[in-house]
């Protein structure tokens, strides 16, 4: 039963329209519907049909999104892995209980592996006797196992029925990503153009917004940062970008009105959504404002306790490898700490992440932030470490822009922290690193590093 009816009429109407750009060579939608057909005809020479457990491996390609919905419209379940994870693969793989990979190329589904699978999961069971097509998604949080969550692919779509704007948007967001897979859906069902980027670096990200007239970048603070840092911007022309969303992590303040003070006439909106959830519409207050409306049709939200939960039409059926994190209810806990204003609430910090330091709170990002304004700092990390005294104790892990004598960057940040922190979120221990705070999805790592020198 095809499923993908909705989605391929606008194809239809959009015949003569780019649908992607990708290597700078344009592909209209024209060339995806036929490109589809093909898979299609491949897939089922392969014997792939609806609850086959198929890992689609690459980045966005045309050819891995015409794989991609060609799968989708046979019921299969999908499991999407980009280049980033290609360590874990194999794991990944056993977890999906993945019965066939295809590496698309232009002859179609490209290379097929199988494996000697059967899926035995209850869950995975029940979407295939549906006859819905599924989607398999790894968690990819800055602490902890990866979690594999299983959705019901319909589910997920039913919010692109309803075609919004067309924008020409940059694919930043990884493909086995929420964000990726909400970007993706969204461009395709409006009949926007999607440029696609094998590189993201600051500087290469701009050369094609400048190139292909971007109007739309969503992407997330910490390229955000990194942009500001490698002054990419100032060597083209971005005034093209309409709209810049960030999502994923919390935004620093320091780094969200630098960005619109070098992007007056872009605007900023922050974005909000779970691996286990989807994407919710949202709406921030302004462009300078982390003051931000979530909601959206489907979607259910309420505090208790200072967190977010939401109810979701769109939520997964449930882990592969982890017990089900709903309510008998069907309430999420987001684990999210939250403030509110009426309709608009505002991100602290994961529950998780908080640092208590005698009895205090301290949120991590607000010390970040603080610490982002000082000169020569480039990134900066938070996060709690044992003290025999207080029980806790806040770490600072700070790259530098430039070398600085250690003993001197210390007294700097003391000198700085001193009458403008409250004491208890003051660092007790500073440590200068050099490695990249963020990981392959431009999403801080927060990880307590046993080195440094406690103050």
Known sequence: MPHLHWLYRMFHERNAGTFMISDDQPFRYEWLLGQIALCDRKLSEAGIKSGTVVAIKGDYTPHVIAALLALVDRGAICVPLSPSVDLQESEFCDIAEVQVSVTPDSTGVGRVERYDRVPCNELTRRLIEQQHPGLVLFTSGSTGKCKAALHDFTKLLKKFETPRRAMVTLAFLMIDHIGGINTLFS???????????????????????ERHRVELLPTSPTFLNLLLMSESYRQYDLTSLKLMTYGTELMPQSTLERIRSIFPDARLQQTYGLSELGILRSKSESSDSLWVQIGGEGFETKVEDGTLRIRAQSAMLGYLNAASPFGSDGWFDTQDLIQTNGEFVRFLGRRSDIINVGGNKVYPAEVENFLLQMNNVEDATVVGAPNPITGRMVVAQIKLKEPEEPAEFRKRVRDFCQGRLERFKMPAKIEIVDRSQFNSRFKKIRQVAVAGESH
Do not use: H, K
């Not at 926007?192 to 094609?208: K, M, Q, W, Y």
């Open 187 to 209: 461009v395709l069902s409006s009949g926007g153009t999607v440029i696609a980027s094998a590189e993201r670096d600051p500087n290469f990200i701009c050369g094609l917004i």
